[in-house]
């Protein structure tokens, strides 16, 4: 079995920072792409930023120049460094991870059950 775990959400105000973190456990072969995904209160789950096994990373236009995503490949992390953050930025953070458990299957894409970040103006 294989779980993701969040932290680092909270009540911040507009223009301060905080970095979530996503640590993968469980019988890991191997992780491909990782992510960091949002939902606001009556809205759809978007993508915020992805990064390749490689380290290549791909952000919505809404957070490019503010957001950073980086990972630990050696211990199955992914982190999302926010700063200069929005009200609009508020929403629950979810990670995601596609994930190999075994050389005889496909991988399978997770999800973490989600941090709360929340801004004020």
């Known amino acids: 079995q294989v779980q993701l775990a969040e932290s680092g959400g909270g009540l911040v105000q507009a223009g301060e920072s905080l970095r979530l973190s996503c640590a993968a456990s469980g019988r890991i072969i191997s992780i491909n792409d990782m992510g960091w995904y949002r939902q606001a209160p009556g809205k759809e789950r978007e993508l915020v930023a992805s990064?390749?096994?490689?380290?290549?990373?791909n952000y919505a236009d809404s957070v490019k120049g503010r957001f950073t995503i980086s990972r630990e490949n050696a211990k199955n992390m992914v982190y999302l460094q926010m700063n200069s953050l929005k009200p609009e930025d508020t929403a629950v953070y979810y990670c995601?991870?596609?994930?190999?458990?075994?050389?005889?299957?496909?991988?399978?894409?997770?999800w973490g059950q989600g941090t709360q970040v929340t801004v004020s103006s």
């Open positions: 995601n991870a596609d994930i190999r458990m075994s050389v005889f299957r496909p991988r399978t894409n997770y």
């Open positions: 990064i390749t096994s490689f380290g290549s990373p």
